[in-house]
């Protein structure tokens, strides 16, 4: 990673143009958060026109987005993400590195919009000139949302940002997309609550390279060495990982500032090994390939259900799904003789 010790050009969008997709390049080589701003936004457009812009930003963006440090943070609400991807972004910025912080958050099921506001939430990072903080509201489609997640991902480093940091919601199908995305994946856990690997699914288990008991500070010491030593026990029972890493499990105090610097070791430690035998470089081969058949199947299914012939017949079949006249299979069959029928 290369070290930034000169603040990064906070110029207006006044002072250039960021209309075209040249100028918002310019801006994002230059380090130009204004520009990254507005790139991502023309990401998440749903307009025809904004998408084809968008993607000839990501093909010239595609040779300077390489070379960062991919984190996925996950854990469930209330142990401490924000608080803990804080003190970590203030730790690296401090020796000169620049971090983004990419946060999944939830919406409102009513307007849709973001609930935790990720920039209120640190407000600390959010005032330093290395850091760059970008919510991304779920509005229920966490599939849609980690695919926009990981386009700004790649602006971001094409920015120059070392570190990106992606905060997942904490429930649901985000944590698996968000691992297919990163180099290191992160589970915070609280300990002190009752049965330590209760409501922890699994799978997200599986998929941490590290668990951090986090909030490990005054009354919670001991019952945070309590569950470190259960999170121990419990990760020997998985399988090994394909790269033949073992997870490790550690305690963190983001108030305190204990352990931090730690857990940054550990994952710089982890990324300049695994880079250097090129096992992070096929991973992110692998996961190009993922990410395009996602999109196949996200462009698949918009330019479906976009057909007039389909939502003509969509509306139809869901009366007879409905009234129990039709069952679901039959239907669906039905729908994409329509489409087939509309388009040759």
Known sequence: MQQHRNKPDRKTALQKDYLTVEGLLHGIKEGDTTALARAITLMESSREEDREKSYTLLDSCLPLAQSSVRVGITGVPGVGKSTFIEALGELVTGQGFKVAVL????????????IMGDKT??????????AFIRPSPAGGN?????RKTREAMMLCEA?????ILIETVGVGQSETAVHSMVDFFLLLQLAGAGDELQGIKRGIVEMADTVVINKADGDNLRQAAAARSAFERALQLYPPKENGWVPKVLTASS?????????WELITGYHEKYRENGYLVGK???QN???FKQAVDGELSRRFY??????????????????GSISPFRAATVLLGAYREANG
Do not use: C, H, T, Y
């Open 255 to 263: 108030l305190e500032n204990r352990g931090i610097e730690e857990i």
């Open 159 to 163: 920015a120059g940002f070392d570190l």
């Open 284 to 286: 992110r081969r692998e």
């Open 306 to 323: 976009s057909d007039q012939r389909v939502q003509e017949q969509l509306e139809i079949l869901i009366k007879k799904l409905e009234d």
């Open 103 to 114: 946060a999944i958050d939830p919406s409102s099921s009513i307007s849709k919009g973001s």
């Open 289 to 291: 390939i993922f990410w």
């Open 121 to 130: 939430r640190m407000q600390e990072l959010a005032r330093n000139p290395l």
């Open 142 to 146: 966490p599939g849609g949302v980690a």
